[in-house]
Nanobody
Framework: QVQLVESGGGSVQIGGSLRLSCTTS????????MGWYRQAPGKQRELVAS???????NYAAFVKGRFTISRDNAKNTMYLQMNNLQPEDTADYYC??????????WGQGTQVTVSS
């Protein structure tokens, strides 16, 4: 069974930084794309950033240059560097991996809280 395990969440003050990690139990090269999503209380899950197997990256407009998605194929790990965090970034962050056949895998989520 494929597993995606997130880590790196926590509580930070406004303007702080966090780096989220997502480690997968299968070779990261087998994913056609991976991404980070987030879900705030009472809101729908939304895409934060994604990266394809070719390394093409896509960011949500609200990222505004603050977040950077990357991956380390040797470690089968994807990252999300988040800088200048704001209260509206408070949410549960989820790792997603897509494989051929339209199959999605999800991690269990990691909580990010930004406060003054």
């Amino acid at each position: 069974q494929v597993q995606l395990v997130e880590s790196g969440g926590g509580s930070v003050q406004i303007g702080g930084s966090l780096r989220l990690s997502c480690t997968t139990s299968r070779s990261i090269s087998t994913y056609i794309g991976m991404g980070w999503y987030r879900q705030a209380p009472g809101k729908q899950r939304e895409l934060v950033a994604s990266i394809t197997s070719r390394g093409n990256m896509n960011y949500a407009a609200f990222v505004k240059g603050r977040f950077t998605i990357s991956r380390d194929n040797a470690k089968n790990t994807m990252y999300l560097q988040m800088n200048n965090l704001q209260p509206e970034d408070t949410a549960d962050y989820y790792c997603n991996g897509k494989v051929l056949g339209g199959i999605d895998f999800w991690g269990q989520g990691t909580q990010v809280t930004v406060s003054s």
